[in-house]
């Protein structure tokens, strides 16, 4: 099985240029937690250049004392981010976000573009489901323990807002 089986291929994105109020109002309409950043190459494909998530837009506000609509995408995105590819195998992946503490991991095609995301509640439903009985599948133990994994406590942001 590969990650193109269980991804959301319905994925929402923004740009560095984005402020972060059109960032949040778009995760508020689409009921997401976190958009991927993104940029556009000559050929105007989407590439994954960085990751927003509500929590950062909060932050960046706190620490920076100005409101959303004078904010950037870009000064608040992390950079250093991990993307699947389309071939790549589930328990790789659900292995990477236990490893990281993430809870979302863009799915690109093999020129870099934007196709697809996938979630700790992607992975969920696909222990849950039929597929998960298959030899190799991510199991709903292996999801507790990634879960359990983000949410250990004491993690510490290595970057520090300006």
Known sequence: MTIERIMSRQVHHCRPDHT??????????HDCGALPVCASNG???????????DRD?????LFQGRPLHELKVADAMSRDIRVSKLDDRPE?????????????VPVTD???TLVGIVSLADFARAARGAASRRAGAVSERDVGHTLAAICEPGHVRVEQPP
Do not use: K, P
Request: aromatic residues 4%; hydrophobic residues 45%.
């Open 20 to 29: 972060l109020d059109y960032a949040a109002s778009q995760m508020w309409q």
């Open 43 to 53: 050929d105007g494909e989407a590439r994954v250049i960085g990751m927003l998530t």
């Open 57 to 61: 837009i909060c932050m960046a506000a």
């Open 92 to 104: 790789d992946i659900e292995l990477l976000m236990r490893e990281r503490r993430i809870r979302r």
């Open 110 to 112: 093999d020129s870099g």
